[in-house]
């Protein structure tokens, strides 16, 4: 699943991530877990492992976040595994409306009690009334969420379908912004690189930026210390997540994993 925010609140978290990068993972999964308990199509407790992207191919402000999330869920009563029929997943306009207001109820939170910062153009909102008034169209349109199965009715439904979602989601733990493969040349002062324009059939072209701007692209996105940017929720959550799964691979009659122990430190 993909969760988008509008132009505007993208522009306002750069002046506000350690509140705004947090929030878009967290309104996508209460989004989630909420949908699965209440929605008669599955009531089951469910879970996201959420991934937190600030860029796009331009190496822009671009802020989302990838998550995935299994196609069921553990029964309210917690004594069996409960699948989301074949072929269909949580009611995509629901969805997309609860994680809306959710997200902007998040930020009238963090007005309230202090936690926003209005710097140089954001101070004409500052003040509560043009907050609201600032707020109010957010909650009128509507916010892009995406989603798909990872399985390929072509192949394996385990393997290569875990495979190719690990590989997905590696995409964006561990790099910020651009790849080194991407990036084709310095020419005096200015950088070349490569990226796909989904705009014109997903074709890959060469993009020319003076260095200064590209440099300054490229730390927008280097995170705050201290903020994490995957999170789990659900049973998937730090503290319960192995119990759970346990718990779950039992009632699917799948045998529990052992906890991989860290090799002893080396011996001089």
Not at 47 to 52: F, G
Not at 218 to 234: D, S
Request: aromatic share 10%; glycine share 8%; proline share 6%.
């Amino acid at each position: 699943m993909i969760f988008t925010v509008p132009r505007p609140v993208t522009r306002f978290a750069l002046v506000n991530p350690t509140v705004l990068y947090p929030l878009i993972l967290r309104a996508g999964a209460q989004a989630v877990l909420e949908l699965g308990r209440t929605w008669e199509g599955l009531r089951a407790w469910m879970a996201l492992l959420a991934l937190l992207h600030t860029w796009g191919q331009l190496v822009n402000a671009h802020l989302h976040s990838h998550s995935m999330v299994p196609g069921g869920g553990l029964s309210l009563d917690g004594k069996r595994w409960v699948s989301l029929p074949e072929g269909t997943f949580l009611p995509l306009d629901q969805l997309q409306r609860l994680y809306r207001d959710t997200f902007v109820a998040g930020l009238e939170k963090a007005y309230g009690r202090g936690a926003l910062v209005f710097p140089d153009e954001w101070r004409a909102i500052e003040c509560e009334a043009n907050f609201k008034q600032w707020l109010a169209p957010l909650r009128e349109i509507d916010w892009v969420v995406r989603q798909r199965s990872v399985w390929d009715r072509r192949g394996s439904r385990d393997v290569e379908a875990a495979a190719k979602t690990v590989d997905y989601l590696s995409r964006y733990a561990n790099r910020v912004a651009i790849s080194n493969g991407r990036l084709v040349a310095i020419e005096g002062e200015e950088a070349l690189f490569r990226y796909k324009d989904y705009k014109d059939g997903d074709q890959w072209k060469t993009k020319r930026m003076p260095g200064v701007e590209f440099i300054g692209r490229f730390l927008q996105h280097v995170l705050p210390k201290g903020l994490r940017h995957i999170r789990r929720f659900g049973f998937m959550g730090p503290r319960i997540h192995t119990q759970k799964l346990n718990q779950i691979r039992e009632l699917m009659g799948i045998a529990a994993r052992k906890e991989v122990q860290p090799p002893p430190p080396a011996m001089d």
